[in-house]
């Protein structure tokens, strides 16, 4: 699964020459408090909705009051728009 990443690190963007897509994978021996998983997942979500931001600006997010529904194809990032 995370075997050509290093563990406990951060990856939201392709790497140079759009290699290896690879996921962000949080593990070690000890439990992890909410508190330490609270501020990985803060800053992938804010990088995140940063990110499609810049990508497709912040207007492409927004909730369309004309037709009642969010211009965005992803449902996903209909919540964005909430």
């Known amino acids: 699964m995370a075997m050509f990443g290093k563990l406990n690190t951060t990856y939201l963007h392709n790497e140079?020459?759009?290699?290896?897509?690879?996921g962000s994978f949080?593990?070690?021996?000890?439990?992890?408090?909410v508190a330490e998983m609270y501020e990985i997942m803060v800053d992938i979500a804010e990088r995140s909705?940063?990110?499609?931001?810049s990508r497709y600006s912040e207007d492409h997010f927004r909730h369309s009051e004309r037709s009642g529904s969010a211009r965005s194809q992803s449902p996903g990032v209909a919540l964005l728009a909430q």
Do not use: D, H, Q
């Open 16 to 22: 140079e020459g759009g290699k290896l897509n690879r």
């Open 26 to 33: 949080y593990f070690r021996p000890s439990k992890w408090t």
């Open 49 to 53: 909705v940063l990110y499609y931001f």
